[in-house]
C-alpha cells in the first residue's frame, strides 16, 4: 500500500459553526475509502471539497447523534447515483437498532447494507491492513480505532550482496523470496521487517489509558480536544478531553503527530494550539478540508496538507443529476 492520508470533512463539536462541520474523517488508502464517524451534512462536507467517495466502509465511534446522523442521507445519495456495491457500517453495540429507528437497515436500499456492532478487540481486514476497534472513555458505549497496515519487508542491499557475489537477477530474487543462495542467507543482504504504518482515532472520550496504549508509536493519533484548561472540571463531567490532556495521551503513546479535532467554538484555536503544544510540540488543529498525508517512516513524517493541496475525488458525477431525477420521480409515485 502506497497512500495513506486522512481527510477531515468536519472537525467541530456537538454544533456544527461556519467553518467547522459535524465530525467526520475520511481515511484514503489507495483505492480505499474508510469514513470515520458521518455527522449531519457529512455529504455535502465531501462534495463541498474532495468529492463524494465511493466508500467501502463507515465507522461509527459512538451514537451520539452528532457522530452518525448524516448516514441516512449519505446512504439515499448513494443509491440515487446508482450504487450497486455493498456497503459495511461498522459501529458499537446498538448500531443497528439505532439506524433502523431512521430507516436505515439491510433490505431498504437498491444496494446490500452490512450493519455490524462491534466491541474492543474485534478487528476487520482489509488488503494489506486491518482497523480494530478499542474501548474508550466517554458516556455510553464508544470506541476508538486503531488502522495498522501490515509490515513490509526489510529493504534489499545491493553492496553488500555484490560483495557476497550475488549479482544475478534471479538469485537476488530468490534471496527476497526467503531463500538461501548457495552459501547466503536472506538476513545476510535483507534488512530487519520494516513495520507497517498506524493512525489512531479516539472519537469522544476523556483521557485514558486505553487510549495511549493503542497509539502507543502511532504515526497519528487523531484525538478530540472539546474544552481548554480552564474547563477541565467540565471535561471530566462530560468524559471529554482538553487539548492538554490529549497531548498528554500524545506523549505517553510516543505518536509521530497529534491531530486534535472535535473543536469547540467557544475557544480561539490558537488557545487549543498552544495549550497542546506546551506538552506536544508536534500538535496540529486541522480545519475543515484539510488533510494529513502518511509517508513511509523511511520518507518523512507526516504532513498537513491545506486544501488547495488536498487531491480532489472527482470533479463531478455526470450521472448524478439524471439518476437524482430519476429517484425523486420514483418517491413521488
Known amino acids: 500500500m502506497d497512500q495513506i492520508e486522512l481527510f477531515f470533512a468536519g472537525t467541530g463539536g456537538s454544533v456544527p459553526t461556519p467553518r467547522r462541520g459535524l465530525p467526520a474523517t475520511l481515511a484514503r488508502l489507495d483505492g480505499d475509502r474508510l469514513l470515520f464517524d458521518c455527522g449531519e451534512g457529512t455529504q455535502r462536507q465531501l462534495i463541498r ?3 463524494l467517495a465511493d466508500l467501502d466502509a463507515i465507522f461509527l465511534t459512538h451514537l451520539h447523534a452528532d457522530h452518525w446522523l448524516g448516514i441516512p442521507g449519505l446512504v439515499r445519495t448513494l443509491e440515487l447515483r446508482g450504487r450497486e456495491k455493498a456497503l459495511d457500517i461498522y459501529g458499537p453495540s446498538g448500531t443497528a437498532k439505532q439506524l433502523a429507528a431512521v430507516g436505515i437497515a439491510t433490505g431498504k436500499t437498491d444496494y446490500e447494507l452490512h450493519i455490524s456492532e462491534l466491541e474492543a478487540g474485534d478487528a476487520i481486514e482489509f488488503d494489506g491492513y486491518e482497523v480494530e476497534a478499542f474501548n474508550v472513555r466517554h458516556r455510553g458505549t464508544a470506541l476508538g480505532y486503531t488502522l495498522v497496515e501490515k509490515g513490509r519487508p526489510g529493504r534489499f542491499d545491493p553492496e553488500r550482496a555484490a560483495e557476497l557475489g550475488i549479482t544475478d537477477g534471479k538469485e537476488i530474487a530468490a534471496l527476497v523470496a526467503g531463500d538461501n543462495v548457495r552459501e547466503v542467507e536472506p538476513a545476510e543482504v535483507i534488512g530487519e521487517p520494516r513495520p507497517g504504518r498506524k493512525i489512531v482515532i479516539s472519537g469522544d472520550t476523556a483521557p485514558c489509558e486505553t487510549v495511549e496504549v493503542a497509539a502507543s508509536g502511532a504515526d497519528l493519533l487523531i484525538h478530540e480536544a472539546t474544552f481548554a484548561d480552564e474547563d477541565d472540571e467540565r471535561a471530566a463531567e462530560t468524559m ?14 510516543n505518536v509521530a503527530m497529534l491531530a486534535l479535532t472535535h473543536i469547540s ?19 496540529v488543529v486541522p480545519r475543515d478540508f484539510d488533510a494529513i498525508k502518511i509517508p513511509f517512516a523511511e520518507k518523512g513524517e507526516p504532513v498537513l496538507l491545506r486544501p488547495d493541496d488536498v487531491k480532489v475525488e472527482q ?12 429517484g425523486s420521480a420514483k418517491s413521488e409515485n
Open 240 to 253: 471529554h478531553s482538553t487539548a492538554r490532556g490529549a497531548a498528554q495521551v500524545a506523549a505517553g503513546a
Open 265 to 283: 467554538a467557544r475557544y480561539p484555536v490558537r488557545k487549543i494550539i498552544e495549550e497542546a503544544e506546551a506538552v506536544f510540540p508536534a500538535s
Open 315 to 326: 470533479v463531478g458525477a455526470p450521472q448524478f443529476a439524471e439518476a437524482a431525477e430519476e
Open 49 to 51: 471539497s474532495i468529492g
